[in-house]
């Protein structure tokens, strides 16, 4: 066994490395959970482990160890096989520094193996943290780290990453510091700073080791923040805040004085989650816009619901990129139905959430049971015998798979004896009868939200479910991006509803239900109706941008623009949105969008083709961008010519550069 910390080959007989004196053991690649050698399935997940299961990363020599052994297989073989194309690049990120406040102190009193021991512990914390929302270790120092989200891997909601990151830091620490002031009597307590901004990510080494270049203060402030933040509290900069805002609650704090900045800069202390985790929920705490246009699609939606009404249980996908309006679509249609003639339970897929197993799953069941993540056991127990017996006494079998799923002690000895296998089994049976035993009196509306970032077990389990659909009274709907691919489209009661961008005359319609009070001109419609390309979510996060920097007013009843709009003015939430789309392309794909990003949003394939010197794979290139609704085909004669389908796609890609 080959141990991570110092790379030394041990005898499987070993417990510690022969080398270093590190712990060598087994883990689960999908939930980290230890393992033995001789098992086959993952007792805590079910998951299959073959030769995945590895030796676990010891806690013993962070500060030395190469970032490739401290760094989840999964994160890791994302970076290297894509490394050669985000080398060089621009990313848009959140920068987390933390360190120990009053290390200098601890330093001073503790033998110095103690003081090692310590960080270590403390380093094993922020790791697992922070990997487990996707962020990366830039750094460790004497007595922190620094981490980044969004890079070199591009997340469209770095920032809630961050900030959930740095709040399940903050509170694995607690019985963390209690442990350290019984052991050695300190006050161990952790500060945290939040940023977020523009980096150059530079080489990439086959340990991982990464360079970075801040873009502008990027780096500092976030240093800034940390340096001012009271222990055990996590301090974000205005540029955090204003992407986190809605999912998140805040104090503002004193205004900053940072050096090199004249004005005081704004900084909030980040307290606890809201009850938004979804783009559309951050829409209905603002306040939604008017919504347009889509009859077409409501129409079919109500159609799918009568067939489910008379018996016959429907699949409907609906499918289109981000922010083209799957979820309003949804809750416009929810808003038709009759009120308390249906049961409505949904599940998130996150986009850190596909080595979870079950995790929209469950989301539904604690829907079903009315319990929040959290609450005390001896209330959850009570509910899911009050809700699942209730509904009927012969159920009772379904109860110690939901205990086992909710992290509960299970009940049933015989339950805890069986394989993974054919826990997994009676798991997906539960469900099964739970959902379509709740049908009996009235139809299930069933909703799985973000498909394209579900993991292995849930899909397999809407595989199992699907088939059971046809005789029931449920309609499930599955709301995916285009590049989400299932075997479902085969079934005869599967329909696809495309969900497309706004027509002209709907895209109008919108812009002027976003600037509501007033008259727009059509030069300023024209802007956001040719930069957004009918994307609902575009033209309303460009709109918002250009109202917050001044270049929109309202002068009498009119809104106009104050400012020529030059250069690229992509707000930060779009272009987190195309960077993570960008950035799961194959390397040639992405390669073929920045170089024409570089010659304009209309390119000609005959430049194209000369600039990059690709002979054989640059047609059948532009026809999978095509797929992918990055670019259309603009004309065949004289010269075969493209079009970005959006300027603010070709504006991020080459910005990314």
Same mark, same amino acid.
């Given at each position: ?63 030395? +160890? ?27 990120? @959140? ?23 310590? !960080? ?43 900030? %959930? ?32 901004? !523009?980096?150059?990510?530079? +080489? ?5 080791? !990464? ?9 500092? $402030? ?26 998140? *609650? ?52 109500? *159609? ?39 049961? %409505? ?79 997994? *089994? ?110 609902? $979510?575009? !033209? ?32 930060? @939430? ?53 797929? $992918? ?29």
């Amino acid at each position: 066994m080959k141990c991570l910390t110092c790379q030394t080959e041990n005898p499987d007989t070993k417990k510690f490395c022969t080398e270093c004196g590190a712990k060598l053991s087994l883990v689960c690649p999908h939930c980290k959970a230890e393992v033995r050698p001789t098992e086959k399935y993952c007792g805590e997940c079910g998951q299959a482990l073959g030769e995945a299961a590895r030796p676990s990363p010891a806690p013993a020599t962070f500060v030395k +160890a190469e970032p490739k052994s401290y760094t989840p297989k999964h994160l890791a073989d994302k970076i290297l096989n894509t490394r050669s194309s985000l080398e060089g690049e621009r990313k848009l990120v @959140t920068v987390m520094f933390a360190d120990v406040a009053g290390f200098t102190a601890i330093s001073e009193k503790q033998d110095p193996e103690d003081v090692h021991r310590i !960080m270590d512990g403390c380093c094993r914390i922020l790791v697992d943290e922070i990997h487990k929302f996707e962020g990366t270790v830039g750094e460790f120092r004497g007595d922190g780290i620094m981490a980044l989200f969004g890079a070199p891997i591009a997340h469209e909601d770095h920032a809630q990453r961050a900030c %959930y990151a740095a709040l399940a830091i903050q509170q694995k620490l607690i019985p963390y510091s209690e442990e350290m002031k019984q052991r050695y009597g300190i006050d161990f307590r952790m500060r945290i700073g939040l940023n977020s901004g !523009m980096v150059v990510v530079g +080489a990439i080494g086959d340990d991982l080791r !990464m360079d970075y270049t801040a873009m502008g203060d990027t780096t500092n $402030l976030a240093a800034r923040m940390e340096t001012t933040a009271q222990p055990g509290s996590v301090l974000v900069s205005e540029s955090t805040h204003r992407l986190a805002k809605e999912f998140f *609650e805040f104090a503002p704090t004193e205004p900053l004085q940072v050096k090199g900045k004249q004005d005081p800069v704004e900084a909030y202390t980040l307290l606890r989650p809201t009850e938004v985790d979804t783009r559309i929920g951050a829409s209905v705490a603002k306040g939604l816009t008017r919504f347009v246009g889509r009859k077409r699609e409501i129409e079919t939606l109500k *159609e799918a619901f009568a067939q489910v009404q008379s018996g016959e249980g429907q699949v409907v996908g609906l499918v289109g990129e981000a922010g083209v309006g799957k979820s309003r679509l949804l809750l416009e249609f929810r808003s038709l139905l009759p009120q308390g003639n249906y049961h %409505y339970l949904e599940g998130q897929c996150l986009h850190y959430g596909g080595s979870m197993p079950y995790l929209p799953l469950l989301d539904i069941l604690r829907s079903f049971l009315g319990i929040k993540e959290g609450e005390p056991e001896f209330i959850i127990r009570h509910r899911m015998k009050e809700r699942i017996l209730g509904l009927d006494e012969k159920l009772k079998d379904l109860i110690p798979p939901f205990q086992e799923l909710l992290s509960l002690k299970v009940d049933d000895e015989a339950y805890s004896r069986l394989e993974p296998k054919e826990k997994r *089994e009676k798991t997906f049976e539960a469900f099964r009868d739970l959902l379509i035993r709740s049908t009996q009196d009235r139809p299930l509306v069933l909703t799985v939200e973000d498909l394209q970032w579900i993991d292995q077990t849930s899909e397999q389990f809407l595989d199992y479910m699907i088939g059971w659909l046809p005789r029931t009274r449920i309609l499930l709907l599955l709301l995916y991006r285009p590049e989400y691919v299932h075997q479902w489209g085969s079934k005869s009661y599967y329909s696809m509803i495309g969900v497309g961008h706004l027509s002209a005359n709907s895209s109008a319609e919108l812009v002027n239900a976003i600037l509501e009070g007033g008259e727009v001109v059509p030069e300023l419609k024209d802007l956001i109706l040719n930069r957004a390309a009918g994307n609902p $979510l575009f !033209m309303e996060e460009l709109t918002q941008t250009l109202l917050q920097n001044g270049s929109i007013q309202k002068t009498e009843d009119r809104f106009i623009l104050t400012k020529e709009i030059t250069g690229s003015q992509v707000p930060d @939430t779009v272009q987190g949105i195309i960077a993570a789309r960008m950035d799961r392309l194959e390397e040639s794909l992405k390669r073929i969008m920045q170089v024409a990003a570089v010659i304009g949003r209309e390119f000609a394939f005959r430049i194209l083709e000369t600039i990059t010197g690709m002979k054989e794979n640059l047609k059948s290139g532009l026809v999978n961008l095509q797929g $992918l609704e990055f670019i259309y085909e603009k004309s065949l004669f004289p010269d075969l010519e493209y079009i970005f389908r959006h300027a603010l796609v070709q504006e991020v890609a080459y910005n990314s550069l």
